[in-house]
């Protein structure tokens, strides 16, 4: 079967586990460099990027990811993951010291603003089946600008942020803003695992 890790240094990686499983792959915590090798994808969760990227420090686990992801081993990020895969952060004031780094973009954190630290709306993503799913922003980055190897295949429908950029694909990498792992809307972990599918068959 299948099978897919979820970086379990911080973040909401249960809820990550629960929506691969219902996804139907196998869904295992990953925090050794040796679980890296074993799974087919990777999911980097939602929660605080600095606080991910210092224990990923602390527990070596930057070069091994950083090597994996270069390998081609499929990733999807989600927010806080969002922000580890982007190759350019802007983080607004307080450096990030470095990122696992995969997808073309530049990623702002904390972008939407104090105001609207979270918010919720439908939105389309190109490719995801039965698109718009419900997506749920918290204290989310958006993506500045994508570069040349990378698409944007989401974008705010409405409102002050409309057509800003929020999911990003680039072959077989994965990010979204948002948190889909929330709503129990399995439609793009459903796509991720098919990615990580025709990655592996
Ligand atoms: N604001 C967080 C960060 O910069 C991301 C928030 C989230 O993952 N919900 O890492």
Not at 74 to 92: E, N, Q, T
Request: hydrophobic share 45%.
């Amino acid at each position: 079967m299948t099978r897919i890790g979820v970086l379990a240094l911080q973040g909401d990686v249960r809820e990550h586990l629960h929506a691969l499983t219902a996804a139907g792959v196998e869904a295992q915590p990953v925090r050794r460099a040796g679980e890296i090798a074993e799974v087919d994808g990777l999911v980097l969760p939602g929660g605080e990027s600095t606080t991910i990227v210092k224990l990923a420090r602390l527990f070596d686990l930057i070069e091994p990811l950083r090597e994996r992801i270069d390998e081609g081993l499929p990733v999807f990020g989600s927010c806080a993951g969002m922000i580890l895969l982007a190759d350019r952060v802007d983080a607004g004031g307080s450096p990030l010291e470095a990122t696992f780094g995969g997808i073309d973009m530049t990623v702002r954190r904390n972008a939407f603003g104090r105001q609207v630290d979270s918010f919720e709306e439908d939105l389309e993503i190109d490719g995801v089946a039965g698109t718009p799913v419900r997506a749920v922003f918290i204290r989310a980055p958006w993506v500045q600008e994508v570069g040349p190897r990378a698409t944007a295949i989401g974008r705010v429908s409405g409102g002050e942020h409309a057509g800003r950029i929020v999911a990003v694909r680039q072959g077989d990498r994965l990010a979204t803003s948002f948190h889909p792992e929330l709503t129990g809307d399995g439609r793009v972990h459903a796509y991720f695992c098919d990615m990580v599918r025709l990655a592996t068959r």
